[in-house]
């Protein structure tokens, strides 16, 4: 049987005792910090329940199925375009570099600024950027354009190119 200090008068207690014997305050083991914490675990357990089946409903009424855009819209389907070649042109990219690669993209910057068509009758484009620096033998980077041709699917590369230099502004 473990023992510690009433929470009142700070005397010997039983852990399983109901009250003290001592002053007869009433779960002498239990400390309110204790008790509260115990409270608010529950409490954001339920507003967490709560708030994730608010959001599925919400998500539920107002889904709606993305706009599509027409094949010879070449602003549409490059605004969809980039985000994607962020993400599935890279890796092709850096692979292309014989040292290291730097990035020098921001945060909230997309690495491709230009795109163009690649074959306007199957919707496929090349996505050009220059946010990205080669490093060469000796240690110096060098910035680099790269160009990256994506399939009309959106996730498929076709074809990566990279040349040293920097777009004009």
Same mark, same amino acid.
């Given at each position: 049987? %473990?023992?510690?200090? /009433?929470?009142?008068? =700070?005397? #010997?207690?039983?852990?399983?005792?109901?009250? /003290?014997?001592?002053? $007869?305050?009433? *779960?002498? +083991?239990? =400390?309110?910090?204790?008790?509260? %914490? $115990?409270?608010?675990?529950?409490?954001?357990?339920?507003?967490?329940?709560?708030? @994730?089946?608010?959001?599925?409903?919400?998500?539920?009424?107002?889904?709606?199925?993305?706009?599509?855009?027409?094949?010879?819209?070449?602003?549409?389907?490059?605004? !969809?375009?980039?985000? %994607?070649? +962020?993400? &599935? @042109?890279?890796?092709?990219? #850096?692979?292309?570099?014989?040292?290291?690669?730097?990035?020098?993209?921001?945060?909230? #910057?997309?690495?491709?600024?230009?795109? *163009?068509?690649?074959?306007?009758?199957?919707?496929?484009?090349?996505?050009?950027?220059?946010?990205?620096?080669?490093?060469?033998?000796? +240690?110096? &980077?060098?910035?680099?354009? &790269? #160009? /990256?041709?994506?399939?009309?699917? +959106? =996730?498929?590369?076709?074809?990566?190119?990279?040349?040293?230099? !920097?777009?004009?502004?």
């Amino acid at each position: 049987m %473990a023992m510690i200090q /009433c929470k009142e008068c =700070k005397k #010997e207690v039983s852990t399983s005792a109901k009250t /003290c014997p001592h002053c $007869g305050v009433s *779960r002498p +083991g239990q =400390k309110v910090p204790d008790l509260v %914490a $115990g409270i608010l675990v529950v409490v954001g357990v339920i507003f967490m329940i709560s708030l @994730c089946s608010t959001t599925n409903d919400n998500k539920k009424e107002t889904a709606q199925p993305p706009s599509e855009c027409q094949k010879t819209d070449l602003q549409c389907l490059g605004d !969809r375009a980039v985000v %994607a070649a +962020g993400v &599935y @042109c890279k890796d092709p990219v #850096e692979r292309m570099a014989k040292q290291s690669v730097r990035w020098v993209d921001g945060t909230f #910057e997309t690495k491709f600024s230009q795109v *163009r068509w690649l074959d306007k009758r199957t919707g496929k484009l090349t996505l050009i950027g220059d946010r990205a620096e080669f490093q060469n033998g000796f +240690g110096a &980077y060098t910035p680099v354009i &790269y #160009e /990256c041709d994506m399939d009309s699917d +959106g =996730k498929t590369v076709l074809a990566v190119r990279v040349r040293e230099g !920097r777009l004009p502004q």
